[in-house]
Protein backbone atom coordinates (compact mmCIF):
# COMPACT_ATOMS: atom_id res chain seq x y z
CA UNK A 1 0.00 0.00 0.00
CA UNK A 2 3.00 2.42 1.06
CA UNK A 3 4.83 1.62 -2.05
CA UNK A 4 1.40 1.70 -4.37
CA UNK A 5 1.26 5.46 -2.98
CA UNK A 6 5.03 6.86 -3.27
CA UNK A 7 4.51 5.26 -6.82
CA UNK A 8 1.56 7.80 -7.47
CA UNK A 9 3.26 10.55 -5.17
CA UNK A 10 5.91 9.96 -7.42
CA UNK A 11 4.24 10.32 -10.90
CA UNK A 12 2.53 13.60 -9.72
CA UNK A 13 5.48 15.07 -8.56
CA UNK A 14 6.77 13.99 -12.06
CA UNK A 15 4.09 15.29 -13.71
CA UNK A 16 4.03 18.40 -12.06
CA UNK A 17 7.91 19.34 -12.85
CA UNK A 18 7.44 18.53 -16.27
CA UNK A 19 4.16 20.97 -16.41
CA UNK A 20 6.99 23.44 -14.38
CA UNK A 21 9.79 23.19 -16.73
CA UNK A 22 7.02 23.91 -19.86
CA UNK A 23 5.72 26.66 -18.29
CA UNK A 24 9.20 28.08 -17.90
CA UNK A 25 10.67 27.44 -21.33
CA UNK A 26 7.10 29.05 -22.58
CA UNK A 27 7.73 32.07 -20.40
CA UNK A 28 11.52 32.33 -21.49
CA UNK A 29 10.05 32.21 -25.15
CA UNK A 30 7.40 35.00 -24.81
CA UNK A 31 10.21 37.56 -22.83
CA UNK A 32 12.85 36.51 -25.46
CA UNK A 33 10.32 37.19 -28.32
CA UNK A 34 9.47 40.46 -26.42
CA UNK A 35 12.56 41.41 -26.06
CA UNK A 36 13.56 41.04 -29.74
CA UNK A 37 10.29 43.29 -30.54
CA UNK A 38 11.41 45.54 -28.29
CA UNK A 39 15.03 45.78 -29.70
CA UNK A 40 13.69 46.28 -33.14
CA UNK A 41 10.83 48.75 -32.12
CA UNK A 42 13.96 50.82 -30.67
CA UNK A 43 16.24 50.17 -33.91
CA UNK A 44 13.49 51.86 -35.86
CA UNK A 45 12.47 54.64 -33.19
CA UNK A 46 16.14 55.14 -32.50
CA UNK A 47 17.69 55.66 -36.88
CA UNK A 48 18.29 58.59 -38.05
CA UNK A 49 18.85 56.91 -41.38
CA UNK A 50 17.54 53.93 -43.52
CA UNK A 51 21.07 52.55 -43.40
CA UNK A 52 21.10 52.44 -39.39
CA UNK A 53 19.11 49.27 -39.68
CA UNK A 54 19.03 45.67 -39.65
CA UNK A 55 17.11 43.49 -40.72
CA UNK A 56 17.17 39.76 -42.32
CA UNK A 57 18.09 38.18 -45.60
CA UNK A 58 15.18 36.39 -47.65
CA UNK A 59 16.36 33.19 -45.89
CA UNK A 60 17.08 34.52 -42.37
CA UNK A 61 20.27 35.54 -42.11
CA UNK A 62 21.40 38.52 -40.34
CA UNK A 63 21.41 41.92 -42.91
CA UNK A 64 22.95 44.75 -42.03
CA UNK A 65 21.31 47.78 -44.30
CA UNK A 66 24.90 49.88 -43.16
CA UNK A 67 26.28 47.78 -46.38
CA UNK A 68 24.54 50.84 -48.52
CA UNK A 69 25.89 53.68 -46.77
CA UNK A 70 26.54 55.69 -49.97
CA UNK A 71 24.51 54.47 -52.06
CA UNK A 72 21.19 55.06 -54.01
CA UNK A 73 18.39 52.25 -53.48
CA UNK A 74 15.00 51.95 -54.16
CA UNK A 75 12.82 50.03 -51.36
CA UNK A 76 10.12 47.91 -52.85
CA UNK A 77 7.76 45.95 -51.06
CA UNK A 78 7.36 42.83 -53.62
CA UNK A 79 4.73 40.36 -53.65
CA UNK A 80 4.56 36.73 -56.33
CA UNK A 81 0.92 36.90 -57.27
CA UNK A 82 -0.22 40.84 -57.25
CA UNK A 83 -1.18 42.24 -60.40
CA UNK A 84 1.98 44.29 -60.49
CA UNK A 85 4.04 41.11 -60.13
CA UNK A 86 5.47 41.75 -63.67
CA UNK A 87 7.25 44.94 -62.83
CA UNK A 88 10.13 42.50 -61.21
CA UNK A 89 11.28 42.44 -64.84
CA UNK A 90 11.98 46.23 -65.03
CA UNK A 91 13.29 46.86 -61.41
CA UNK A 92 15.52 44.08 -62.20
CA UNK A 93 16.79 45.25 -65.21
CA UNK A 94 16.90 48.72 -63.44
CA UNK A 95 19.28 47.10 -60.87
CA UNK A 96 21.76 45.49 -63.77
CA UNK A 97 21.78 48.50 -65.57
CA UNK A 98 23.06 50.58 -62.37
CA UNK A 99 24.53 48.34 -59.62
CA UNK A 100 27.86 49.21 -60.55
CA UNK A 101 27.18 52.79 -60.10
CA UNK A 102 26.35 53.09 -56.59
CA UNK A 103 22.68 51.64 -56.89
CA UNK A 104 20.50 48.94 -55.62
CA UNK A 105 16.67 47.80 -55.22
CA UNK A 106 15.86 46.20 -52.14
CA UNK A 107 12.73 43.43 -52.16
CA UNK A 108 10.39 43.21 -48.88
CA UNK A 109 7.99 40.60 -49.63
CA UNK A 110 4.68 41.39 -48.10
CA UNK A 111 1.37 40.02 -47.49
CA UNK A 112 -0.51 42.72 -46.56
CA UNK A 113 -2.27 43.55 -49.29
CA UNK A 114 -4.86 40.54 -50.55
CA UNK A 115 -2.59 38.05 -49.00
CA UNK A 116 -0.38 37.71 -52.26
CA UNK A 117 2.93 37.05 -51.09
CA UNK A 118 1.59 33.82 -48.73
CA UNK A 119 5.01 31.54 -49.52
CA UNK A 120 7.23 30.69 -47.23
CA UNK A 121 11.13 32.42 -48.34
CA UNK A 122 12.01 29.61 -49.90
CA UNK A 123 8.88 29.28 -52.30
CA UNK A 124 9.53 33.45 -52.59
CA UNK A 125 13.22 32.83 -53.27
CA UNK A 126 12.46 29.83 -55.89
CA UNK A 127 9.25 32.02 -57.93
CA UNK A 128 12.21 35.24 -58.17
CA UNK A 129 14.72 33.50 -59.46
CA UNK A 130 12.75 30.81 -61.75
CA UNK A 131 10.14 33.49 -62.98
CA UNK A 132 12.27 37.00 -63.32
CA UNK A 133 15.73 35.94 -62.37
CA UNK A 134 15.80 38.34 -59.74
CA UNK A 135 19.44 39.26 -58.43
CA UNK A 136 18.95 42.42 -56.33
CA UNK A 137 18.60 41.91 -52.75
CA UNK A 138 15.58 40.37 -51.28
CA UNK A 139 14.82 40.63 -47.20
CA UNK A 140 12.46 38.74 -45.11
CA UNK A 141 8.97 39.37 -45.17
CA UNK A 142 7.62 42.74 -43.94
CA UNK A 143 4.65 44.07 -42.64
CA UNK A 144 3.99 47.44 -44.20
CA UNK A 145 0.83 48.93 -42.51
CA UNK A 146 0.71 51.18 -39.10
CA UNK A 147 -0.11 49.12 -36.11
CA UNK A 148 1.97 46.98 -33.42
CA UNK A 149 3.00 44.55 -35.84
CA UNK A 150 4.51 46.86 -38.27
CA UNK A 151 8.08 46.18 -39.00
CA UNK A 152 10.55 48.10 -37.99
CA UNK A 153 11.63 48.71 -41.87
CA UNK A 154 8.30 50.50 -42.70
CA UNK A 155 7.80 52.20 -39.74
CA UNK A 156 10.86 53.84 -40.45
CA UNK A 157 9.89 54.35 -43.87
CA UNK A 158 6.28 55.66 -42.84
CA UNK A 159 7.72 58.35 -40.64
CA UNK A 160 8.25 60.01 -44.34
CA UNK A 161 4.57 60.68 -44.40
CA UNK A 162 3.89 57.91 -46.94
CA UNK A 163 2.93 53.86 -46.45
CA UNK A 164 1.95 51.39 -49.27
CA UNK A 165 -1.59 51.22 -50.35
CA UNK A 166 -0.46 48.49 -52.67
CA UNK A 167 2.29 45.89 -53.06
CA UNK A 168 5.26 47.35 -55.60
CA UNK A 169 5.02 50.53 -53.88
CA UNK A 170 8.56 52.31 -54.16
CA UNK A 171 10.98 54.55 -51.80
CA UNK A 172 13.95 55.88 -52.95
CA UNK A 173 16.41 56.54 -50.46
CA UNK A 174 19.54 58.77 -51.17
CA UNK A 175 23.31 58.07 -50.19
CA UNK A 176 22.48 59.38 -46.89
CA UNK A 177 19.66 57.45 -45.71
CA UNK A 178 17.05 59.58 -46.35
CA UNK A 179 14.07 59.20 -47.99
CA UNK A 180 13.66 61.13 -51.15
CA UNK A 181 10.74 60.23 -52.85
CA UNK A 182 7.78 58.18 -52.58
CA UNK A 183 6.10 56.28 -56.02
CA UNK A 184 3.12 54.45 -55.81
CA UNK A 185 2.56 51.27 -57.58
CA UNK A 186 1.23 52.27 -60.61
CA UNK A 187 4.86 54.06 -61.20
CA UNK A 188 6.42 51.23 -63.08
CA UNK A 189 10.63 51.11 -63.06
CA UNK A 190 10.81 52.45 -66.81
CA UNK A 191 8.70 55.51 -65.74
CA UNK A 192 10.38 58.19 -66.56
CA UNK A 193 9.93 61.07 -63.32
CA UNK A 194 10.95 57.62 -61.40
CA UNK A 195 14.33 57.14 -63.97
CA UNK A 196 14.99 60.99 -63.23
CA UNK A 197 14.47 61.02 -59.57
CA UNK A 198 17.33 58.13 -59.44
CA UNK A 199 19.51 60.11 -61.89
CA UNK A 200 19.25 63.29 -59.22
CA UNK A 201 19.73 60.82 -56.32
CA UNK A 202 22.68 59.20 -57.94
CA UNK A 203 24.31 62.80 -58.42
CA UNK A 204 23.60 63.95 -55.19
CA UNK A 205 26.28 64.25 -52.54
Known amino acids: MWALYASRNELQMNAYSA ?5 MRIS ?8 LAFAAAASAA ?15 KPADLGDYRGKVTLVVNVASYC ?13 RELKDKGFAVLGFPSNDFGEQEPGSAEEIATFCKRTYDVTFPMFSKVVTKS ?15 HLPAWNFAKYL ?24 AIADAMKAN
Open 19 to 23: MMYRM
Open 28 to 35: IFAMMSLT
Open 46 to 60: GATSFYDMKTQTLLG
Open 83 to 95: GYTPQYKGLEALH
Open 147 to 161: GRDQSPVYSYLGASG
Open 173 to 196: IGKDGRVRAFFPSEVTPEDPALRR
